[in-house]
C-alpha cells in the first residue's frame, strides 16, 4: 500500500496532471480485500464515488 502511494505521489510531482488512475485501481482493490469487501459491497461503494 505505501509503494502504491509513493508511486502516485512521485507521478502527481513529476505532473500535476499524469494518469495515476491504473495505480489508484490497485490500491482501491487492496483496501476492498483487507476489509474483506464483497462484490456487491465494492459495487455500492464504486457507485457512491463516481
Known sequence: MTRLVDRILAAKQRDAK????????EEDEL???LY???PKEIKLVEDATQ
Do not use: F, K
Open 31 to 33: 483496501v476492498y480485500a
Open 36 to 38: 474483506g469487501l464483497t
Open 18 to 25: 499524469a494518469d495515476t488512475s491504473v495505480l489508484e485501481r
